[in-house]
């Protein structure tokens, strides 16, 4: 045992300052969920310059006046019912049979599949034309690099 490391120290220093933390956290969390429940007072208060004004005493040789006659209400005016406009009668829907209908649901749906055929094919056509522009203005470039290396390459020649 002589070749043993020493015994670590510091356990009981350790646990005060984490106990020390904790007890600081829960300090600081009761503080800060506190000043929120207090009730907020809100005060004003106002300076009067003047003193308040005192109504004047009506004058001593003035007759009362007498009340005025209460009018007679109007008599109630009787509402008019507007008569109900006879409603016309509908026509009768045209009579279409289930082949009919199918039929003009299966045309319908061979126009819709053919509009999406012409649109996917037009779009499929916009982009070959865009990857024709593309290789075209790539080629453009690339020919434009090479003139520049020729150019380059025969200038410092001389």
Known sequence: MEFAPPPTGGWGRSMSF???????????????????????????????WSAVPVEAAPAANEPEPTPP??????EPVKAVE???EPKPTPPAPPKVDAAAERE?????????????LQEKKEAELEKKKKLE????????L???????KEWKSTKYKT
């Open 18 to 48: 984490a106990l020390f933390m904790h007890l600081l956290l829960l300090a600081a969390i009761t503080w800060g969920v506190q000043w929120k429940t207090q009730p907020n007072t809100l005060s004003a208060s106002a300076e009067l």
């Open 69 to 74: 006659q209460p009018t007679p209400p109007p």
């Open 133 to 140: 522009k593309d290789k075209l203005e790539k080629e453009k």
């Open 82 to 84: 507007p008569k109900p």
């Open 142 to 148: 690339d020919k434009e690099k090479l003139k520049e």
């Open 104 to 116: 003009a649901a299966d045309i319908a749906l061979k126009k819709e599949k053919e509009k999406k």
